[in-house]
C-alpha cells in the first residue's frame, strides 16, 4: 500500500501538530502516532511555557538563565531566537483559544509562574495541565482540517530514502510504517519528512514519561545517517511522586516555584545551602536528592508545599492534588514523596536553525532534535516553546521547498517485509527480557551519577543485548515491540557512547572519575556520526 503527501510528519505532540497545521495551508499533510494521536509527552506536561511576558521580565533576562541553566553549551543564536519567538507563540496559542490560566482579579492579564532556574515569573500555564490544554485544542484542529490526515496506532520504521543521480546523499522521500492493528507495512511517500516522536524516557527503569517514549525518531534518523549531538544529557526530573501504584507521575516544579521545600524524612531543608536554594536548575536538585538519598539511606525526600494556604494549593495545581489525593495523601497536610526520574532528551538529531538534519529532505522538531539552545541542561518549561518555534520555522522552509519535488518511487521493501511472510513475531518473553535488561542496567550505570567503569560494564552489556535483539530482527515478522526494543537499544548506545566521550562533568552528565567541568577540552558538543562518533570543535553558527 502506498500513500502520498506533500509532508509526512511522524508524531502528534506540540512540535508535530504544530507544524502540520501550519503546513496545511501550502499542502497535504499526514500524521503518523504510533499510538493514539494524544498520547504524548506533550500531554503529561504540566508546568507550562516559558515567555517573556512580565512587566518585570526582559529578554536578556530569559536569554541569561537559559545558558546559565546549559551549562556553557547553548548555541547562543538559537536561543535568542527561541526567547525573542515566545510572546508570538502565545499569542497564537491563544488565538486558538487554548484557555490559559489568567490573573486573578484581572483577566485580561495572563497568570505567570515561576520554576527553578528562572530569575522572573514567565510561566504560562493552565493551573497544572498545560501540555494537556495546548494537545487538546491542537489536535482537535488537526483532525478537522482537510488538508490533514491523522494515521494513530502507526509506528514508523524506517525512512524510505531516494538515491541522488548526481551523486549526492540520498534524499528523505518518505517512511516504511507498520500498522499496528493489522500488521501490515505501508510505504508514506512524502515530498518532506519531518521527525517529531519525542524523547526516549523509557530507555530507564524509572521514567515521567508514557510508554510509547522510545526514541523512535532518533533511531530513525540515525540509521538514515543523520547526525547526533548531545545525548549524555539526559535530565532527570528532581520531583517524580514515589508512590508503588503510580511510578512515573510528575511532580511539577511549580510546586517549588509556588513556595514549596525539599526536606528528608527529619523535615531538614536539603535545598538551603545554594544560592537559589529550592529554585536551583534541575541538574542541582537531582544531584542533591540523590547525594541527601545515599547519605541518609532514605529511599526518597520529600516536597512539602502544606505551608501555602489549602485552598491556593487545591485551586492552582488540581491535578496533582487530586492525584495524590485518590492514593491516600493530602498534600495540603503532609509532605509528598519524590524521587528523581529520567525525563527529558536534550540532545538529540542535529539540526540548524530552520530545524533541517544533515539528510536532505529530513527535519527534527521537538524533543527529538538538538538544536541547541538546551546545551547541557534544559532550563524549565524551554521545551514547549522550543517546540513552538522550531515547528514555526521548519514549516516555513519545508513548505517553501515542496513546490516542485516529486515523489520517490518505491524501492523495494526493507528488512522487515523482504522474505518475512508467515513468520511468526518473537516470543514476547525474549523481548521483554532484552527491554528490562537494557533499562535496568542503563539505570544502575547510566544515569545521574557515571563511572568509566560503569560506563564499560553498560557497554558490554549493551553489546550482547543489541546481538541478540539483531537475531529476532532477523528471524521473526515485525511488530510493534520488536521495533521499540530495536530502537531503545540504538538509543541507549548513543548515550553510552556519548557518556564515555566527554571526560568531564558538566550539566546533566557527572562523572566520579572526571568530577570537574574543563571548558578547555570539552566545551563542545559531543556529536556522533556515521561511521565513528567524536567530539568536535563548536560549529559555525546555523550549520548542522
Not at 514523596?337 to 538529540?348: M, S
Not at 522487515?416 to 513468520?423: E, F, Q
Amino acid at each position: 500500500m502506498v500513500l502520498k503527501s506533500d509532508f509526512l510528519v511522524m508524531g502528534s505532540g506540540i512540535a508535530g501538530l504544530s507544524f502540520a497545521l501550519k503546513a496545511a495551508e501550502r499542502g497535504t499533510v499526514a500524521i503518523v502516532a504510533k499510538n493514539a494521536a494524544t498520547d504524548t509527552n506533550t500531554n503529561l506536561a504540566q508546568g507550562g511555557i516559558a515567555a517573556v511576558m512580565g512587566t518585570d521580565d526582559l529578554t536578556e533576562y530569559h536569554v541569561r538563565d537559559t545558558l546559565e541553566a546549559g551549562a556553557g553549551l547553548c548555541r547562543e543564536e538559537t536561543v535568542k531566537l527561541v526567547v525573542e519567538s515566545g510572546p508570538k507563540m502565545i499569542e497564537e496559542l491563544e488565538a486558538l483559544d487554548v484557555p490559559f490560566t489568567r490573573r486573578a482579579g484581572d483577566p485580561s492579564l495572563l497568570e505567570l509562574g515561576r520554576e527553578g532556574g528562572h530569575s522572573r515569573r514567565r510561566i504560562i500555564h493552565a493551573k497544572d495541565m498545560t501540555g494537556q490544554a495546548v494537545q487538546k485544542v491542537l489536535a482537535e484542529r488537526a483532525m478537522a482540517h482537510p488538508n490533514i490526515e491523522v494515521r494513530e496506532f502507526h509506528a514508523a520504521l524506517d525512512l524510505i530514502l531516494e538515491s541522488d543521480s548526481r551523486g549526492g546523499p540520498p534524499r528523505a522521500g518518505g517512511a516504511w510504517v507498520l500498522d499496528i492493528k493489522t500488521g501490515i507495512v505501508k510505504a508514506f511517500l512524502a515530498k518532506r519528512v519531518i521527525l517529531a516522536t519525542g524523547g526516549s524516557g523509557k530507555v530507564y527503569l524509572y521514567t515521567t514519561n508514557p510508554d510509547g517514549a522510545t526514541g523512535d525518531g532518533l533511531a530513525i534518523g540515525r540509521r538514515a545517517g543523520a547526525k547526533v549531538a548531545n545525548m549524555e544529557f539526559v535530565q532527570f526530573h528532581p520531583t517524580c511522586l514515589y508512590h508503588p501504584l503510580r511510578t512515573n507521575f510528575l511532580i511539577s516544579e511549580a510546586v517549588r516555584g509556588e513556595g514549596g521545600v525539599l526536606i528528608n524524612k527529619e523535615g531538614e531543608r536539603i535545598m538551603r545551602d545554594h544560592p537559589r536554594g529550592d529554585l536551583a536548575c534541575r541538574d542541582v536538585v537531582a544531584l542533591t536528592i540523590d547525594a541527601e538519598m545515599k547519605r541518609t539511606g532514605q529511599s526518597n525526600m520529600f516536597l512539602d508545599i502544606t505551608g501555602k494556604d489549602p485552598d491556593f494549593t487545591r485551586e492552582r495545581f488540581p491535578k496533582i492534588h487530586d492525584t495524590c489525593l485518590s492514593l491516600g495523601l493530602d498534600i495540603t497536610k503532609e509532605p509528598i514523596p519524590v524521587v528523581p526520574a529520567a525525563h527529558y532528551q536534550c540532545g538529540g538529531l542535529l539540526v540548524d536553525i530552520d530545524a533541517a538534519t544533515n539528510v536532505p529532505g529530513l527535519y527534527a522538531i521537538g524533543e527529538v532534535a538538538c538544536t541547541g539552545l538546551h546545551g547541557a541542561n534544559r532550563l524549565a518549561s524551554n521545551s514547549l516553546l522550543e517546540a513552538l518555534v522550531m515547528a514555526d520555522r521548519a514549516a516555513k522552509k519545508a513548505a517553501a521547498e515542496v513546490p516542485g519535488l516529486s515523489f520517490p518511487k518505491v524501492a523495494e521493501p526493507e528488512l522487515w517485509t523482504a522474505g518475512r511472510l508467515g513468520r511468526a513475531p518473537a516470543e514476547a518473553v525474549l523481548v521483554t527480557h532484552s527491554w528490562e535488561e537494557i533499562r535496568r542496567f542503563m539505570w544502575n550505570y547510566v544515569g545521574l551519577v557515571r563511572s568509566d567503569q560503569r560506563l564499560s560494564m553498560a557497554r558490554k552489556r549493551l553489546s550482547l543485548v543489541m546481538t541478540e535483539i539483531d537475531e529476532f530482527f532477523r528471524n521473526f515478522e515485525v511488530d510493534a515491540d520488536l521495533v521499540e526494543v530495536r530502537n531503545i537499544a540504538i538509543v541507549a548506545d548513543l548515550i553510552i557512547q556519548s557518556a564515555i566521550l566527554r571526560k568531564e562533568s558538566r550539566g546533566l552528565h557527572y562523572s566520579l572519575d572526571w568530577p570537574n567541568r574543563d571548558d578547555e577540552h570539552f566545551k563542545r558538543d559531543t556529536v556522533l556520526e556515521n561511521p565513528l562518533p567524536s567530539v568536535i570543535p563548536e560549529r559555525a553558527p546555523g550549520s548542522p
